[in-house]
């Protein structure tokens, strides 16, 4: 596609953030978990306008063998086909399936099609919508002659097509450009590709595709509806990010084959002859030998690794690697494995309560007893969380790219999947008993990447060698810190202002010593693409899962910075509203990791504070006031040179 082509299509495609030009992966697709409660009247609010621009909703239990449900806003509410069967379109009864497609998500009825609001289990739903250059549906009736046109909206030429029949049972017959126009493969099957063509041997063009005469995609007078898919590179800010990636790759036979798709994706979707259709996404886990798979041809509940179909995926910062060696796992040696690949969320924030929550409070149980209080973040999509467990205990930390194991942050330990956790909109979907206190309130932190404030990346060790990691932060990172989930390892901090020569020094989290010398970091600035590791095994260690955290400032919602404190100290953040999390540490002698919130309370007097280098419990003293454009350190506070990371 030309660029004058591009920039007309990417400006039909609508504004979505300040100073952008475009849609962003967040406007127009979303995986959201939820508990099904079987009861007409749950919304599901997960920001995609149905209502307004159109679309489709996909539902799964994880949990229980339950079909994979298909509304979309063409054929209406209260009407479902299912990609794991060839069966005709179930118009459901008044107040049940999906009831309303929202200008911000959809509501659901009671779960007469037990595809979307099974009672108390694990969901999912995936949302598409219309999109130009990313998807468009459209429903036809057939006329049992090769050569049918059919006109469509995507505005750029379909790579992939799915076609089911609704007014009949009939085979989803799906083109994937890479399979050739004389060639198809099905979608509610686990068989091999071949002569399930649904185009008349013909190339779809950006306005239209042509049908054969198979009644699986063009009987006379039949019903039928088409999923379109596209790729084009007409997103984000500048109008020049492709979200989507439809394409395929050859299996080795040798683990960690890395598949280069240009973005870090949220969504994954594989086939490969004889084996399921498996789709993975970080919500629910990409995670190498942790990852889960749902099958789109199967009612089949969520698989894990190892079992059939299942593929140990783990996304990185430019694709996915495939951590196994065999077919099942999506790796066999010369085979043909058709992706499809969705591009994590990339909007720059606005506020930091879009990025940033906290919260006090005691906790009990979990979410399978009626007694479980679930933590109310109001941050959908979290990536990291820090907690510190009642008075004393921790400070913890789990990760969603580490498939929620935890790190103690003021031990060296290795990471532990004990206490294994998800996240719904509304908090914890487990919180177990080792992590309950009731016998004091608990402190959580959590937060959530986002271009330009905080980039969360898993990489491998190579000890000896000088490693570059890709990020997608966007801009130099000012704080990096790293810990191994497989070895006992202390936690390595990169900080801009830790040393004039930081790239030549690493600060360790879970210790008060000063920054010292050293290879953690390859003597290396870090870019606006990658930092670079060296020989330390804090950073690099042969072999070993390392997790990174990278923040930056952004202006109005974090700052990274450093200060020399004397008396009373002022720092200006260039918040409006003061800082509702504070990170301290001295760099000119040893010192703890001090950390204040306003959850707990940033007041004019006493203030509680946690250390991360110590489980010790909470504290009280009159170290911190509050400032609308930051903090203030206060006389009580102990003079000297201190780094700090605040979030507004």
């Given at each position: 596609m030309s660029g004058g082509a591009?920039?007309?299509?990417?400006?039909?495609?609508?504004t979505s953030a300040a100073g952008g030009s475009g849609l962003f992966p967040e406007d127009?697709?979303?995986?959201?978990?939820?508990?099904?409660?079987?009861?007409?009247?749950?919304s599901i609010v997960n920001g995609i306008d149905l209502s307004g621009e159109g679309g489709l909703v996909w539902g799964k239990s994880r949990e229980d063998n339950a079909n994979n449900g298909f509304y979309d806003t063409e054929r209406g509410v209260r009407k479902v086909i299912y990609s794991n069967n060839n069966s005709g379109q179930s118009s459901d009864q008044s107040g049940k399936g999906l009831t309303a497609f929202n200008n911000n998500g959809f509501t659901l009825g009671d779960d007469w099609a037990a595809s979307m609001n099974v009672n108390g289990s694990n969901m999912v739903a995936w949302t598409f919508r219309k999109a130009p250059g990313f998807f468009d549906i459209?429903?036809?009736?057939?006329?049992?002659?090769a050569g049918k046109t059919v006109a469509h909206n995507l505005g750029s030429v379909p790579k992939m097509i799915w076609v089911k029949r609704t007014d009949t049972s009939g085979d989803w017959r799906v083109y994937h450009w890479r399979l050739g126009n004389d060639a198809g493969i099905l979608l509610n099957a686990s068989g091999n590709a071949g002569s399930y063509a649904p185009l008349n041997n013909s190339t779809p063009t950006s306005s239209q595709f042509v049908l054969n005469d198979n009644a699986n995609v063009n009987a006379n007078n039949g019903t039928y509806v088409a999923y379109l898919f596209g790729e084009d590179d007409i997103f984000g800010e500048d109008g020049d990010q492709q979200i989507c990636k439809i394409d395929r790759y050859n299996g080795t036979g040798t683990s960690g084959l890395k598949v280069d798709v240009g973005f870090e994706p949220q969504w994954i979707l594989v086939k490969c002859n004889g084996n399921p259709w498996a789709i993975m996404d970080i919500m629910r886990g990409a995670n190498g030998q942790a990852a889960r798979s749902l099958q789109p041809n199967s009612n089949s509940a969520e698989q894990t690794v190892g079992q059939y179909g299942s593929y140990a995926v783990q996304v990185t910062s430019t694709g996915f690697t495939l951590m196994t060696d065999d077919e099942g796992g999506g790796n066999a040696n010369n085979t043909v494995y058709l992706y499809m690949a969705i591009r994590r969320p990339m909007k720059v924030p606005t506020a930091g309560t879009e990025v940033f929550a906290t919260r006090s409070g005691t906790l009990s149980g979990n979410h399978r007893n009626t007694s479980f209080t679930p933590i109310d973040t109001t941050l959908q999509g979290y990536d990291w969380h820090w907690w510190q467990e009642g008075p004393a205990g921790g400070p913890y930390a789990i990760t969603r790219l580490a498939n929620w194991s935890f790190l103690e942050l003021s031990e060296t330990s290795s990471g532990s999947s004990a206490g294994y956790e998800e996240e719904n909109p509304t908090g914890y979907l487990n919180y177990t008993a080792a992590w309950d206190n009731s016998a004091g309130d608990d402190t959580d932190y959590f937060f959530k990447r986002a271009p330009k404030f905080m980039d969360v990346v898993a990489y491998v060790g190579t000890a000896s060698t000088i490693q570059s990691i890709t990020h997608n932060l966007t801009v130099i990172p000012e704080m990096i810190i790293t810990k191994s989930r497989s070895s006992a390892t202390n936690w390595g901090v990169y900080h801009v202002g830790s040393h004039s020569d930081a790239q030549d020094y690493i600060t360790f989290l879970n210790t008060t010593d000063a920054p010292g010398y050293g290879y953690g970091w390859a003597n290396f600035t870090p870019t606006d693409t990658i930092f670079k590791v060296g020989n330390s095994n804090v950073t690099n260690k042969s072999g070993d899962n390392i997790i990174a955290y990278l923040f930056a400032t952004l202006a109005g919602i974090s700052k990274v910075g450093s200060v020399v404190h004397s008396g009373t100290t002022n720092v200006d953040c260039g918040f409006s509203a003061g800082a509702r999390l504070v990170l301290v540490k001295r760099t000119d002698s040893t010192g703890d990791w001090w950390v204040w919130d306003t959850a707990r309370g940033i007041v004019s007097g006493n203030d509680p504070y946690l250390r991360l280098n110590s489980s010790a419990q909470q504290n009280t003293a009159d170290y911190i006031d509050p400032l609308a454009s930051g903090f203030t350190l206060t006389s009580s506070f102990t003079a000297g040179t201190y780094i700090f990371l605040a979030i507004a």
């Open positions: 591009k920039k007309l299509l990417h400006a039909a495609a609508g127009v697709f979303s995986t959201y978990l939820y508990i099904g409660n079987a009861a007409t009247g749950q459209v429903t036809y009736t057939g006329n049992g002659t």
